[in-house]
């Protein structure tokens, strides 16, 4: 049935959106909408291989990751300008608000644009300024998460930091953490052990991708080589005992994509995602959206779709969403801020 629809789910649906939480997965360029692309498109002058709004829709059909990454460095293609950086960075924030995010971490790719000769500072100013309004006329606090694409070599992105730290001190209030995405399988996290290295000695917070596609020995090396925070996905980390068992003391954050797993075949049913079996172990898992425009939802479409598949307690979603809270990179008084406005909420549902 569709969701909207139904009495029950629409009240759940509300009660999803209510809830204050974080979004700490995702990737501003996967945000991009078809009808964004098209008018970023027609306003740069860009010619699409589609037809229609529509027939770009059809076309997100994946069978892996690597499937998705082809369609998603096309689409960004349209991004030249710093308006453009700035609208798409608007629109999710909006979109997010809409879902309770009071928190969003956002990953970009900068090397997909600096590759096409688009500068840095037009990359970092765009998503800046749209972040720097939300916060002040939205009340959403954002940081930024530059991300290595790990198909790439490491001298490249050692390049890509060189390339970014003289822009440090102008978005310090944004640019607080790294992370590394792509393809996975192929690209374990030793590449990028001496650059991940490098960014720990200056300072910023450290997530990666790890166990989405490939093994949960990933996981433990992007933990063990890379020092990372947290992880990005670690679905697979259930093959582990062990791993799971280190998840689990340290409180190691993973954040979690549903819709982005059923769509990427990493799992073939949301029925049969661990989601909730992690969560009932007891491990800081997190709900995030990945690239919404592609995997056919937004946060609360994530949390609401997972509630449903896999028959989540309105106490279970309130736990993602404390969850979220305690995983971001926030400052400790901020945590308890939306830890406080969390319960307030709860109270009041
Ligand atoms: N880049 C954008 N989305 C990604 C994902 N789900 N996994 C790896 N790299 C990505
Ligand atoms: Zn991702």
């Not at 374990?188 to 990666?208: D, I, N, Q």
């Not at 020995?217 to 799971?244: F, K, N, Q, T, W």
Request: hydrophobic share 45%; aromatic share 8%; proline share 4%.
């Amino acid at each position: 049935m569709d969701a909207a629809v139904s009495p029950a789910a629409s009240s759940l649906s509300d009660f999803v959106r209510r809830l204050p939480k974080a979004e700490l997965h995702l990737h501003i360029e996967g945000t991009l909408e078809p009808d964004l692309i098209f008018s970023l498109a027609q306003r740069n002058g860009i010619a699409l291989p589609y037809a229609s709004v529509d027939a770009l829709r059809q076309a997100y059909q994946f069978n892996d990751l690597q499937s998705f990454l082809d369609l998603y460095y096309a689409g960004a293609s349209v991004l030249i300008t710093e308006a453009d950086f700035y609208d798409m960075t608007m629109a999710y924030l909006q979109r997010a608000q809409y879902d309770g995010v009071a928190h969003a971490e956002l990953m970009f790719d900068p090397q997909t644009h600096t590759g096409r000769g688009i500068a840095m500072e037009t990359v970092f100013a765009g998503m800046a300024r749209a972040l720097r309004d939300a916060r002040r006329l939205m009340g959403i606090s954002g940081y930024m998460l530059l991300s290595f694409l790990r198909h790439l070599t490491e001298d490249d992105a050692q390049a890509t930091l060189d390339a970014a730290l003289p822009l440090r001190e102008q978005y310090k209030d944004l640019w607080i953490g790294i992370g590394l995405d792509s393809a996975e399988r192929g690209n374990p996290p030793e590449k990028f052990a001496r650059v991940y290295a490098r960014c720990k000695a200056l300072g910023f917070r450290l997530t990666a991708h790890a166990g989405e596609e490939g093994p949960a020995s990933y996981v433990r090396d992007a933990l063990d080589i890379l020092g990372v925070e947290r992880i990005d996905h670690g679905v697979r980390s259930e093959e582990d005992p062990a791993l799971m068992q280190r998840l689990l003391t340290g409180r190691i954050p993973l954040t979690v994509c549903p819709l982005s797993n059923l769509k990427l075949c990493v799992v073939q049913d949301l029925q049969q995602h661990n989601l909730a079996r992690l969560l009932r172990q007891g491990l800081m898992v997190t709900v995030n959206s990945d690239d919404p425009a592609y995997f056919g939802g937004y946060i609360a479409d994530n949390y609401i779709a997972s509630a449903q598949a896999l028959d989540l307690s309105r106490e279970e979603l309130a736990a993602l969403a404390r969850n979220s809270i305690e995983a971001s990179f926030l400052p400790d008084e901020q945590k308890r801020a939306l830890a406080a406005s969390l319960d307030a909420a709860l109270a009041a549902a």
